[in-house]
Protein backbone atom coordinates (compact mmCIF):
# COMPACT_ATOMS: atom_id res chain seq x y z
CA UNK A 1 0.00 0.00 0.00
CA UNK A 2 1.08 3.37 -0.23
CA UNK A 3 -0.13 6.95 0.96
CA UNK A 4 -1.40 9.35 -1.73
CA UNK A 5 -2.19 12.89 -2.05
CA UNK A 6 -5.64 14.11 -2.90
CA UNK A 7 -5.89 16.73 -5.34
CA UNK A 8 -8.29 19.59 -5.02
CA UNK A 9 -10.93 17.39 -7.86
CA UNK A 10 -9.38 13.72 -7.81
CA UNK A 11 -11.45 11.67 -5.88
CA UNK A 12 -8.87 9.00 -4.56
CA UNK A 13 -8.50 7.50 -1.19
CA UNK A 14 -4.88 8.24 1.30
CA UNK A 15 -3.84 4.66 1.05
CA UNK A 16 -4.14 2.44 -2.16
CA UNK A 17 -2.99 -0.83 -2.77
CA UNK A 18 0.51 -0.14 -5.39
CA UNK A 19 -0.38 -0.11 -9.29
CA UNK A 20 -3.91 1.37 -8.99
CA UNK A 21 -3.84 5.57 -10.02
CA UNK A 22 -6.90 5.97 -11.47
CA UNK A 23 -9.57 8.41 -9.67
CA UNK A 24 -12.69 6.84 -8.16
CA UNK A 25 -16.36 7.40 -9.06
CA UNK A 26 -19.10 8.32 -7.24
CA UNK A 27 -22.68 7.71 -8.01
CA UNK A 28 -25.95 6.93 -6.30
CA UNK A 29 -26.14 3.37 -5.15
CA UNK A 30 -29.77 3.53 -7.13
CA UNK A 31 -27.88 3.61 -10.15
CA UNK A 32 -25.68 0.50 -9.63
CA UNK A 33 -28.26 -1.23 -7.67
CA UNK A 34 -31.53 -3.09 -8.07
CA UNK A 35 -33.83 -3.59 -4.85
CA UNK A 36 -35.31 -5.70 -3.10
CA UNK A 37 -36.99 -6.42 0.85
CA UNK A 38 -36.96 -9.36 2.45
CA UNK A 39 -40.04 -10.80 3.48
CA UNK A 40 -42.50 -13.31 5.83
CA UNK A 41 -39.56 -14.43 8.34
CA UNK A 42 -39.26 -13.62 12.38
CA UNK A 43 -37.74 -14.81 15.33
CA UNK A 44 -40.46 -16.53 15.53
CA UNK A 45 -39.86 -18.78 12.83
CA UNK A 46 -36.56 -20.06 13.45
CA UNK A 47 -36.16 -24.17 13.71
CA UNK A 48 -33.46 -27.15 14.50
CA UNK A 49 -33.06 -27.46 10.52
CA UNK A 50 -34.79 -25.99 7.34
CA UNK A 51 -33.30 -23.67 4.79
CA UNK A 52 -30.84 -21.22 5.93
CA UNK A 53 -32.12 -18.07 7.51
CA UNK A 54 -30.74 -14.55 7.63
CA UNK A 55 -32.75 -11.88 10.05
CA UNK A 56 -31.61 -8.40 10.23
CA UNK A 57 -30.75 -8.67 14.03
CA UNK A 58 -27.90 -10.97 12.73
CA UNK A 59 -25.88 -7.46 11.53
CA UNK A 60 -25.99 -6.30 15.26
CA UNK A 61 -25.46 -9.69 17.09
CA UNK A 62 -22.75 -11.02 15.15
CA UNK A 63 -21.21 -8.43 12.04
CA UNK A 64 -19.75 -9.63 9.29
CA UNK A 65 -18.58 -7.85 6.01
CA UNK A 66 -19.33 -10.86 4.19
CA UNK A 67 -21.80 -13.67 5.35
CA UNK A 68 -21.09 -17.43 4.55
CA UNK A 69 -22.10 -19.56 7.08
CA UNK A 70 -25.72 -19.55 7.93
CA UNK A 71 -26.34 -21.31 11.34
CA UNK A 72 -30.23 -20.45 11.61
CA UNK A 73 -33.11 -21.99 9.87
CA UNK A 74 -36.69 -21.93 8.89
CA UNK A 75 -39.13 -23.90 7.03
CA UNK A 76 -40.04 -22.68 3.71
CA UNK A 77 -43.10 -21.21 3.66
CA UNK A 78 -43.07 -20.35 -0.37
CA UNK A 79 -42.58 -17.18 -1.88
CA UNK A 80 -39.50 -16.15 0.00
CA UNK A 81 -36.95 -14.09 -0.88
CA UNK A 82 -33.94 -16.02 -1.67
CA UNK A 83 -30.08 -15.09 -2.26
CA UNK A 84 -28.39 -15.45 -5.37
CA UNK A 85 -25.24 -15.21 -3.77
CA UNK A 86 -24.41 -11.81 -5.43
CA UNK A 87 -26.30 -9.41 -2.41
CA UNK A 88 -25.93 -6.91 0.03
CA UNK A 89 -28.27 -6.59 2.77
CA UNK A 90 -28.90 -3.34 5.02
CA UNK A 91 -30.77 -3.84 8.41
CA UNK A 92 -34.16 -1.93 7.62
CA UNK A 93 -34.40 -0.81 11.24
CA UNK A 94 -32.53 -0.56 14.47
CA UNK A 95 -31.53 1.37 17.40
CA UNK A 96 -29.56 4.43 16.33
CA UNK A 97 -28.85 6.28 12.80
CA UNK A 98 -24.98 4.93 13.12
CA UNK A 99 -26.06 0.86 13.79
CA UNK A 100 -28.32 0.64 11.06
CA UNK A 101 -26.22 2.25 8.37
CA UNK A 102 -23.80 -1.06 8.07
CA UNK A 103 -24.16 -4.08 5.45
CA UNK A 104 -22.69 -7.59 4.89
CA UNK A 105 -22.62 -9.24 1.47
CA UNK A 106 -24.13 -12.80 1.37
CA UNK A 107 -22.50 -15.00 -1.32
CA UNK A 108 -24.08 -18.48 -0.59
CA UNK A 109 -27.20 -18.96 -2.91
CA UNK A 110 -30.54 -20.15 -1.52
CA UNK A 111 -30.49 -17.88 1.43
CA UNK A 112 -34.09 -16.96 2.64
CA UNK A 113 -33.91 -12.85 3.04
CA UNK A 114 -36.43 -12.31 6.45
CA UNK A 115 -38.19 -9.53 7.52
CA UNK A 116 -36.95 -6.07 7.75
CA UNK A 117 -33.71 -6.39 5.64
CA UNK A 118 -33.24 -4.19 2.15
CA UNK A 119 -31.76 -6.29 -0.56
CA UNK A 120 -29.38 -4.60 -2.87
CA UNK A 121 -27.96 -6.25 -5.75
CA UNK A 122 -25.18 -5.04 -7.58
CA UNK A 123 -24.69 -4.38 -11.22
CA UNK A 124 -22.36 -3.53 -13.91
CA UNK A 125 -18.36 -4.02 -12.30
CA UNK A 126 -18.91 -3.96 -8.96
CA UNK A 127 -18.09 -6.66 -5.82
CA UNK A 128 -20.74 -7.37 -3.61
CA UNK A 129 -17.86 -7.22 -0.79
CA UNK A 130 -16.45 -3.66 -1.17
CA UNK A 131 -20.06 -1.95 -1.47
CA UNK A 132 -20.99 -3.67 1.96
CA UNK A 133 -17.86 -2.68 3.05
CA UNK A 134 -17.68 1.03 1.33
CA UNK A 135 -21.36 1.50 3.00
CA UNK A 136 -20.15 0.13 6.28
CA UNK A 137 -17.03 2.29 6.52
CA UNK A 138 -16.69 4.71 3.72
CA UNK A 139 -18.68 7.94 2.98
CA UNK A 140 -21.98 6.14 1.83
CA UNK A 141 -21.95 5.23 5.84
CA UNK A 142 -22.49 9.32 7.14
CA UNK A 143 -24.69 9.72 4.07
CA UNK A 144 -27.30 6.85 4.77
CA UNK A 145 -26.99 7.60 8.28
CA UNK A 146 -28.33 10.56 7.98
CA UNK A 147 -31.39 9.46 5.86
CA UNK A 148 -32.53 7.10 8.52
CA UNK A 149 -35.68 8.41 10.15
CA UNK A 150 -37.08 7.74 13.81
CA UNK A 151 -36.18 8.05 17.68
CA UNK A 152 -36.92 5.42 19.41
CA UNK A 153 -36.48 2.54 16.60
CA UNK A 154 -34.85 4.00 13.61
CA UNK A 155 -35.86 2.79 10.41
CA UNK A 156 -34.41 2.97 6.36
CA UNK A 157 -35.51 2.64 3.14
CA UNK A 158 -35.15 1.29 0.07
CA UNK A 159 -35.51 4.63 -1.28
CA UNK A 160 -32.79 5.87 1.33
CA UNK A 161 -30.07 4.07 0.32
CA UNK A 162 -31.13 4.44 -3.54
CA UNK A 163 -30.39 7.91 -2.97
CA UNK A 164 -26.45 7.38 -0.53
CA UNK A 165 -23.85 8.04 -2.85
CA UNK A 166 -21.14 5.29 -2.74
CA UNK A 167 -17.42 6.15 -4.05
CA UNK A 168 -15.64 3.02 -5.88
CA UNK A 169 -12.59 2.36 -7.62
CA UNK A 170 -12.65 -0.17 -11.07
CA UNK A 171 -13.38 -3.69 -10.60
CA UNK A 172 -9.83 -4.93 -9.83
CA UNK A 173 -9.05 -2.63 -6.79
CA UNK A 174 -12.61 -2.83 -5.71
CA UNK A 175 -11.27 -6.49 -5.41
CA UNK A 176 -7.98 -6.08 -4.35
CA UNK A 177 -9.69 -4.32 -0.89
CA UNK A 178 -12.47 -6.41 -0.38
CA UNK A 179 -9.88 -9.07 -0.53
CA UNK A 180 -7.28 -7.36 2.09
CA UNK A 181 -9.96 -6.71 4.50
CA UNK A 182 -11.74 -10.07 4.30
CA UNK A 183 -8.22 -11.23 5.12
CA UNK A 184 -7.53 -9.27 7.83
CA UNK A 185 -11.27 -10.14 9.04
CA UNK A 186 -10.19 -13.52 9.16
CA UNK A 187 -6.87 -13.39 11.50
CA UNK A 188 -9.36 -10.79 14.37
CA UNK A 189 -11.48 -13.88 14.02
CA UNK A 190 -8.75 -16.36 14.48
CA UNK A 191 -7.22 -14.29 17.44
CA UNK A 192 -10.81 -13.86 18.95
CA UNK A 193 -11.53 -17.61 19.17
CA UNK A 194 -7.68 -18.22 20.38
CA UNK A 195 -8.94 -15.68 23.12
CA UNK A 196 -12.26 -17.43 24.28
CA UNK A 197 -10.98 -20.72 24.16
CA UNK A 198 -8.23 -19.69 26.60
CA UNK A 199 -10.73 -17.91 28.76
CA UNK A 200 -13.08 -20.82 28.46
CA UNK A 201 -10.11 -23.41 29.54
CA UNK A 202 -9.49 -20.81 32.53
CA UNK A 203 -13.50 -20.85 33.30
CA UNK A 204 -13.02 -24.72 33.69
CA UNK A 205 -9.99 -25.40 35.90
CA UNK A 206 -11.43 -22.83 38.10
CA UNK A 207 -14.22 -25.28 38.52
CA UNK A 208 -12.13 -28.34 38.56
CA UNK A 209 -8.72 -27.22 40.57
CA UNK A 210 -11.25 -26.04 43.51
CA UNK A 211 -13.08 -28.23 45.55
CA UNK A 212 -16.61 -28.92 45.30
CA UNK A 213 -19.46 -27.40 48.32
CA UNK A 214 -19.30 -30.22 50.69
CA UNK A 215 -15.54 -31.49 49.79
CA UNK A 216 -12.38 -31.09 51.05
CA UNK A 217 -10.05 -32.04 47.46
CA UNK A 218 -10.31 -31.06 44.46
CA UNK A 219 -10.80 -32.68 41.10
CA UNK A 220 -7.53 -31.98 39.76
CA UNK A 221 -4.51 -30.44 41.40
CA UNK A 222 -0.64 -30.82 41.17
CA UNK A 223 1.30 -33.90 41.68
CA UNK A 224 2.99 -34.52 44.45
CA UNK A 225 -0.04 -33.50 46.89
CA UNK A 226 -2.22 -35.47 48.48
CA UNK A 227 -3.47 -33.64 51.97
CA UNK A 228 -7.33 -32.17 51.83
CA UNK A 229 -7.91 -28.78 51.83
CA UNK A 230 -9.17 -27.12 55.47
CA UNK A 231 -11.54 -24.45 55.87
CA UNK A 232 -10.17 -20.83 57.85
CA UNK A 233 -11.89 -18.08 58.45
CA UNK A 234 -11.10 -15.04 56.84
CA UNK A 235 -10.32 -13.22 59.53
CA UNK A 236 -7.68 -16.05 60.71
CA UNK A 237 -5.66 -15.44 57.68
CA UNK A 238 -6.31 -11.72 57.41
CA UNK A 239 -6.80 -8.06 59.05
CA UNK A 240 -9.01 -5.53 58.28
CA UNK A 241 -7.40 -2.10 56.97
CA UNK A 242 -9.39 0.95 58.26
CA UNK A 243 -5.91 3.71 57.25
CA UNK A 244 -7.08 6.85 55.94
CA UNK A 245 -5.76 8.70 53.37
CA UNK A 246 -5.77 12.00 56.32
CA UNK A 247 -3.07 13.21 54.99
CA UNK A 248 -3.10 13.51 51.79
CA UNK A 249 -0.54 10.89 50.87
CA UNK A 250 -2.17 9.62 47.97
CA UNK A 251 -4.20 11.13 45.07
CA UNK A 252 -5.36 8.48 43.06
CA UNK A 253 -8.90 7.39 43.21
CA UNK A 254 -9.71 3.50 42.74
CA UNK A 255 -13.02 1.66 41.99
CA UNK A 256 -12.95 -2.57 41.34
CA UNK A 257 -13.93 -3.84 37.75
CA UNK A 258 -15.05 -7.31 37.88
CA UNK A 259 -12.95 -7.79 34.93
CA UNK A 260 -9.90 -5.25 35.52
CA UNK A 261 -9.75 -5.40 39.02
CA UNK A 262 -8.56 -2.48 41.11
CA UNK A 263 -7.89 0.29 38.47
CA UNK A 264 -7.81 4.01 38.53
CA UNK A 265 -11.82 5.74 38.46
CA UNK A 266 -10.82 8.78 36.59
CA UNK A 267 -10.18 5.97 33.57
CA UNK A 268 -12.62 3.67 34.09
CA UNK A 269 -15.95 6.06 34.33
CA UNK A 270 -13.56 8.92 32.24
CA UNK A 271 -14.19 11.46 35.09
CA UNK A 272 -13.84 11.26 38.99
CA UNK A 273 -16.67 10.01 40.76
CA UNK A 274 -15.14 10.51 44.11
CA UNK A 275 -15.26 13.51 45.83
CA UNK A 276 -11.96 15.64 45.59
CA UNK A 277 -11.26 15.47 48.90
CA UNK A 278 -9.91 12.08 49.48
CA UNK A 279 -8.73 12.47 52.62
CA UNK A 280 -11.61 10.77 54.40
CA UNK A 281 -11.13 7.68 52.10
CA UNK A 282 -9.03 4.47 52.85
CA UNK A 283 -5.88 4.41 51.68
CA UNK A 284 -5.08 1.14 50.58
CA UNK A 285 -1.25 -0.22 49.91
CA UNK A 286 -0.01 -2.40 47.10
CA UNK A 287 -0.58 -5.78 47.27
CA UNK A 288 -3.76 -5.39 49.95
CA UNK A 289 -7.36 -6.33 48.94
CA UNK A 290 -10.33 -4.71 48.93
CA UNK A 291 -14.28 -6.36 48.81
CA UNK A 292 -16.67 -4.32 46.84
CA UNK A 293 -20.62 -5.18 47.89
CA UNK A 294 -22.02 -3.65 44.40
CA UNK A 295 -23.47 -6.73 42.52
CA UNK A 296 -23.56 -6.93 38.51
CA UNK A 297 -24.33 -9.70 35.90
CA UNK A 298 -20.56 -10.77 36.25
CA UNK A 299 -20.20 -10.47 40.08
CA UNK A 300 -23.38 -11.52 41.70
CA UNK A 301 -22.39 -10.97 45.39
CA UNK A 302 -19.52 -8.51 44.85
CA UNK A 303 -15.92 -8.24 44.07
CA UNK A 304 -12.83 -9.50 45.74
CA UNK A 305 -9.55 -7.86 44.51
CA UNK A 306 -6.17 -7.16 44.95
CA UNK A 307 -4.16 -4.30 44.25
CA UNK A 308 -1.51 -4.72 41.91
CA UNK A 309 -0.64 -1.80 39.24
CA UNK A 310 -0.25 1.58 41.44
CA UNK A 311 1.83 1.55 45.00
CA UNK A 312 -1.40 3.26 47.07
CA UNK A 313 -4.54 4.79 46.46
CA UNK A 314 -7.83 5.44 47.70
CA UNK A 315 -10.92 3.61 48.29
CA UNK A 316 -14.59 4.78 49.72
CA UNK A 317 -15.30 3.80 53.18
CA UNK A 318 -18.37 1.84 51.69
CA UNK A 319 -15.25 -0.97 50.45
CA UNK A 320 -14.08 -3.42 52.74
CA UNK A 321 -10.34 -3.41 52.81
CA UNK A 322 -7.87 -6.17 54.27
CA UNK A 323 -4.61 -7.14 54.17
CA UNK A 324 -3.06 -11.22 53.60
CA UNK A 325 -1.23 -12.30 57.55
CA UNK A 326 -0.87 -15.87 55.92
CA UNK A 327 -0.87 -17.95 52.67
CA UNK A 328 -0.14 -16.98 49.40
CA UNK A 329 -2.08 -13.87 47.65
CA UNK A 330 -1.80 -15.34 44.23
CA UNK A 331 -3.62 -18.06 45.46
CA UNK A 332 -6.26 -15.98 47.19
CA UNK A 333 -6.75 -13.82 44.43
CA UNK A 334 -7.92 -16.78 42.67
CA UNK A 335 -9.75 -17.74 44.75
CA UNK A 336 -11.99 -14.90 44.60
CA UNK A 337 -12.24 -15.65 40.98
CA UNK A 338 -14.01 -18.60 41.56
CA UNK A 339 -17.66 -18.81 43.18
CA UNK A 340 -16.34 -20.95 46.19
CA UNK A 341 -17.18 -18.36 48.74
CA UNK A 342 -20.43 -16.90 47.13
CA UNK A 343 -22.11 -19.36 49.99
CA UNK A 344 -20.28 -17.48 53.00
CA UNK A 345 -21.78 -14.40 51.92
CA UNK A 346 -25.38 -15.26 50.98
CA UNK A 347 -25.34 -16.11 54.42
CA UNK A 348 -23.97 -12.64 56.01
CA UNK A 349 -26.55 -10.81 53.25
CA UNK A 350 -28.81 -9.42 54.61
CA UNK A 351 -32.73 -10.34 54.09
CA UNK A 352 -33.59 -8.09 51.23
CA UNK A 353 -31.11 -5.48 51.55
CA UNK A 354 -30.03 -5.25 47.68
CA UNK A 355 -30.20 -1.54 47.96
CA UNK A 356 -29.76 -0.18 44.20
CA UNK A 357 -27.32 -3.83 43.67
CA UNK A 358 -25.79 -2.88 47.10
CA UNK A 359 -25.10 -5.87 49.56
CA UNK A 360 -25.94 -4.93 53.42
CA UNK A 361 -22.62 -7.00 54.86
CA UNK A 362 -21.36 -5.86 58.02
CA UNK A 363 -17.24 -5.80 58.19
CA UNK A 364 -17.50 -7.76 61.18
CA UNK A 365 -19.30 -10.76 59.29
CA UNK A 366 -17.50 -10.69 56.15
CA UNK A 367 -14.42 -11.60 58.04
CA UNK A 368 -16.30 -14.42 59.46
CA UNK A 369 -16.94 -16.19 56.24
CA UNK A 370 -14.85 -19.56 55.76
CA UNK A 371 -12.77 -19.98 52.69
CA UNK A 372 -11.38 -23.54 51.72
CA UNK A 373 -7.48 -23.54 51.13
CA UNK A 374 -4.96 -25.89 50.96
CA UNK A 375 -3.11 -26.69 53.92
CA UNK A 376 0.18 -26.76 52.61
CA UNK A 377 1.76 -23.07 51.02
CA UNK A 378 3.50 -24.43 48.34
CA UNK A 379 0.35 -25.87 47.08
CA UNK A 380 -1.02 -22.38 47.13
CA UNK A 381 1.91 -20.78 45.36
CA UNK A 382 1.51 -23.39 42.63
CA UNK A 383 -1.94 -22.86 41.91
CA UNK A 384 -1.26 -19.06 42.19
CA UNK A 385 1.50 -18.76 39.83
CA UNK A 386 -0.33 -21.14 36.89
CA UNK A 387 -3.33 -19.12 37.18
CA UNK A 388 -1.08 -16.05 36.96
CA UNK A 389 0.39 -16.86 33.67
CA UNK A 390 -2.93 -18.34 32.15
CA UNK A 391 -4.12 -14.93 32.94
CA UNK A 392 -0.87 -13.35 31.24
CA UNK A 393 -1.49 -15.45 28.11
CA UNK A 394 -5.40 -14.24 27.81
CA UNK A 395 -4.39 -10.67 28.19
CA UNK A 396 -1.32 -11.07 25.70
CA UNK A 397 -4.01 -12.69 23.39
CA UNK A 398 -6.06 -9.65 24.37
CA UNK A 399 -3.74 -7.04 23.64
CA UNK A 400 -2.66 -8.81 20.06
CA UNK A 401 -6.58 -8.56 19.18
CA UNK A 402 -6.72 -5.14 20.21
CA UNK A 403 -3.94 -4.21 18.06
CA UNK A 404 -5.29 -5.76 14.95
CA UNK A 405 -8.79 -4.17 15.70
CA UNK A 406 -6.74 -0.78 15.99
CA UNK A 407 -5.01 -1.71 12.79
CA UNK A 408 -8.23 -2.29 11.12
CA UNK A 409 -10.05 0.76 12.27
CA UNK A 410 -6.53 2.72 11.09
CA UNK A 411 -6.66 1.85 7.55
CA UNK A 412 -10.35 1.71 7.14
CA UNK A 413 -9.87 5.26 7.54
CA UNK A 414 -7.75 5.66 5.44
CA UNK A 415 -8.46 3.15 2.51
CA UNK A 416 -12.26 4.78 1.65
CA UNK A 417 -13.08 8.08 0.09
Request: with cysteine; net charge negative; glycine share 8%.
Amino acid sequence: MEEQRKSENALVPALRFEGFSDPWEQRRLGELCSFAKGRGYSKMDICDSGMPLILYGRLYTQYQTRIEEVDTFAADKGGSLLSSGNEVIVPASGETAEDIAVASSVRRPGVIFGGDLNVLTPEGALDPDYVALGITYGSAHGDLAKRAQGKSVVHVHNADIAMTELAYPGIDEQRAISSFVLSLDSLIALHQRKHEKLKTVKQSLLEKMFPKEGEDVPEIRFEGFTDPWEQRRLGEIAHRVIRKNEEGVSDLPLTISAQLGLVDQRDFFSSQVASRDLRGYYLLKKGEFAYNKSTSGDSPWGAVKRLTRYEKGCLSTLYICFGLDEGDPAFLVTYYETNRWHKGIRMIAAEGARNHGLLNIAPIDFFETKLTLPSEIEEQSRIGLFFQKLDSLITLHQRELDILKNLKQALLEKMFV
